[in-house]
């Protein structure tokens, strides 16, 4: 398999918060839900780096989709990783999503690892590290 992931889809519990959370509270770019023609076709897409994109998409529809039953959240399953230039860049990206509804997991603070960092969860329960590591150089 050649690496091309291109969609990350965050299954949520209610679209229109979500969305308002990533577009008003985190400052993504988006146009809002498509897909509201289509039986469980409702999504969300933020338009990210490098060809990625994010999706938020109804947890029951994604169930569907897929043919799996709808289980309860578990955050600790993976994290989603969001590299910045500085330990202050951590900082204010914590306190905008603490502002936009956010859980702080784990306040940011130096790393065993030599760098910098912080934890929270989005209103689903969807895990985030932003962190800052200088041996990383972090593209615009």
Do not use: C
Not at 14 to 25: N, P, Q, T, V
Not at 27 to 33: A, F, N, P, Q, S
Not at 35 to 42: L, P, R, S
């Amino acid at each position: 398999m050649k690496p091309r992931i291109k969609i990350i889809t965050l299954a949520v519990r209610d679209l229109e918060k979500s969305m308002a959370f990533y577009r008003d509270g985190m400052g993504l770019k988006t146009e809002g839900i498509i897909g509201t023609e289509f039986e469980d076709g409702a999504v969300v897409f933020f338009e990210m780096n490098d060809d990625l994109i994010l999706a938020l998409w109804p947890k029951t529809s994604l169930a569907k989709d897929a043919k799996i039953p709808v289980t309860p959240a578990s955050p600790s399953e993976f994290s989603i990783g969001h590299n910045v230039h500085s330990k202050e860049e951590v900082d204010a990206v914590v306190r905008q999503a603490e502002r936009a509804g956010a859980t702080i997991t784990d306040p940011p603070h130096d790393r065993f690892w030599g760098g910098y960092a912080g934890y929270f969860q989005d209103l689903d329960g969807h895990l985030w590290e932003i962190a800052w590591n200088p041996q990383w150089v972090v593209k615009e």
